[in-house]
Structure formats: C-alpha cells, structure tokens
C-alpha cells in the first residue's frame, strides 16, 4: 500500500505573521533611507555653498572686493543715482560671479551691459530689455539649487518686457541668497552704510572687502539658503538667481537701530526674519520675501565669508543671527550658538 506523504505549506495566520514581520521591518527601515539620502542632499548642499564661497575668494583675489548682490536695481529709486551710474540693469550678483564657478562658457556670452530684468516699476530708464540675455541669465545652474529644495528648478515668467516689480522671462526659482543685512533692492548703495552698524557683506552696487569685515570672515556669513515658490507667502518671492527681479537676491535680517544691537530691538523681529520664520505665525509654515531658510530638518546651510560652511540652526537667538549677518557690530558671539 502506497502511503501519500502531505505536501507542507503556510497556514493563513503564519502567513499574515510574516507579512506583518515584513512591514515592521519596511517600517523600521525607510526612516533610515530616508535619513541618509537627506544627509546625501545635504551633503551636496553643502558642496554647492563651498564652491560658492571659493568663487567669491576668487572674485575677491581678482577685484579686491566681493560682488554686489544686484547691480543697478530698479527697485532703488533714484533717476539721478540712475542717470549718473548706468541705469537700470538688474544685473545680479550670481551673473558677476559665472567664471569663478567654472561657467565662463554663460560669461563669455552674456551682455553685462544692459538688464536681466525690466524691473523699474518706478519708471527709471532701463538698459536695453530682458530678451537680450534671454537663454543665459535663465540658465539652470546645479550649484545655485539644493537638492532638498522642492521649488528650485521652478520656471515663472510674470509682465515679460514690462517694467513692474517682478517682471521676468522664464527665470529659474533657485536656493541661495546673498547676506545683506539690514538692506534689500529698494536700499540705496551699499557704501551709503558705511557707518551702519546693519550693514552686512553684500549690497546695491557694491559689497565689502575682507578689511571691511572686522567682526571677522569666521564671524560672519556670505551666503544662505532660502526656499521660494510655495514655500514664501507670495509666490513671487525670490531666490531667483541671474534675473535681477523684486527679492531676487538679498538674504535680509533687519534690526532696529542704525547704531547698536540689544536683546530688545531684536525680539520684535525674531518671529518674522529668524530661519524658516513663519510671517506672521502663517498656519502653513511660509515664509516672507528675503527670508534665509531651508528643507533640511531644523535648520539651514550657510557658507561664511572665510568659505567654511555651517548649519545655523532655526531656533538660534535672532540677536546671534544678525551678529552674524552685520559685518561689525563688535559684539562677541555667544561660545554656543
């Protein structure tokens, strides 16, 4: 008599043990890919920042200062200042900087002498038009975007060939900002604050030497990050690289008084310009134009301007921040900051 022998298989709750081991094991994980492929971004975030800072000890060893965060903007209104000094250009920082972050091949071709932007809503006269330098100041550019920034890359144009605030020509959303202390694109030159204790690195038509900084480059930062698009309160909001429109390029930390900082002078502007500051406890999180910040947990990458990048962290003391962005308020850092 031939004995058949019972093939052997899973049962129904051996089965659903499994699938349940399998998920716990999924579970435990994907945080774990997840944290490492953010400290991968992070990483080359922070690569970005370091070719950024060695581009502008470059500009520096070649003009013996740093560039201007924007160069004749439309938004200072001033026709003299204008009429005197070349018109309206718009023309931003980043543009300045295309060879000394092995972009020369843009440089060669770009016209530095007319506008990225039409921008002069207050009806200055502007250098040629925004088509001229169509296809280069609109260029996408790996070392101006981070790689945890969702909106950068983001394509907008907005009153092409007109004159208004934010008038631009498919200009490309990026990452980056340039430290300007107390001042955005409607301020005036930034030799005009020589003696303003708010005047940080980058300007209007002009920016600082290394003798300038007498906080110290390890004291005080160049660049930041910022998220724009859906992440500012307007989608209009900067960073925007090489078009020089509206909040295109100033990293902004206000402060009360022209002549010193407190604690006090500080804590009125601590919710609304502090990293990742939500304006006006906005229930979605966004932040306002100018405003340094980032897509990294709890914080945002800076490159200083002796080229060392640090995270600064979101809930720092905003007087430490603005000791930070002024380039000598002669004030010593907290040891823990």
């Not at 007319?114 to 925004?130: E, F, H």
């Not at 300038?212 to 309160?233: H, L, N, Q, V, Y």
């Not at 980032?294 to 000791?323: R, W």
């Amino acid at each position: 008599m031939t004995i058949q022998k019972s093939k052997s298989a899973f049962t129904l709750v051996e089965l659903l043990v499994v699938i349940a081991i399998i998920g716990i094991l999924v579970g435990l994980l994907l945080p774990a890919v997840q944290a490492a492929r953010e400290a991968a971004r992070r990483m080359q975030c922070s690569n970005n920042l370091k070719q950024l800072g060695l581009a502008l000890h470059n500009y520096h060893d070649t003009f013996k200062t740093f560039p201007p965060a924007l160069l004749g903007s439309g938004r200072y209104n001033s026709a003299s200042y204008h009429a005197a000094h070349g018109g309206v250009k718009n023309t931003t920082g980043w543009a300045l900087l295309l060879p000394f972050f092995e972009q020369s091949t843009i440089a060669d071709k770009y016209n530095y002498d007319v506008c990225s932007s039409s921008s002069s809503p207050y009806g200055l006269a502007v250098v040629g038009d925004d088509s001229i330098n169509d296809g280069l100041y609109n260029t996408r550019l790996d070392v101006l975007e981070c790689p945890s920034d969702p909106s950068a890359g983001r394509v907008w144009s907005v009153e092409v060939g007109g004159t208004g605030f934010y008038s631009r020509r498919d200009a490309i959303q990026t990452s980056y900002l340039f430290s300007t202390g107390g001042f955005t694109d409607y301020s005036a030159p930034w030799e005009t604050y020589s003696s303003d204790v708010r005047q940080g690195v980058f300007g209007n038509d002009g920016a600082a030497k290394f003798a300038s900084m007498t906080d110290g480059t390890s004291m005080t930062i160049a660049i930041g990050e910022a998220t724009g698009g859906p992440f500012k309160t307007s989608s209009s909001y900067g960073p925007w690289g090489m078009t020089g429109t509206h909040t295109c390029c100033h990293g902004y930390l206000p402060g009360g008084s022209s002549t010193e900082l407190t604690q006090a002078y500080a804590a009125s502007y601590t919710q609304n310009w502090s990293i990742n500051g939500a304006y006006n406890n906005d229930s979605l999180g966004r932040t306002y134009a100018w405003v340094f910040g980032s897509k990294h947990p709890g914080g945002a990458s800076f490159v200083y301007a002796d080229g060392s990048v640090h995270l600064l962290t979101e809930t720092m003391n905003y007087m430490t921040l603005q000791q930070l962005g002024y380039i000598r308020d002669g004030q010593p850092l907290p040891s823990d900051y």
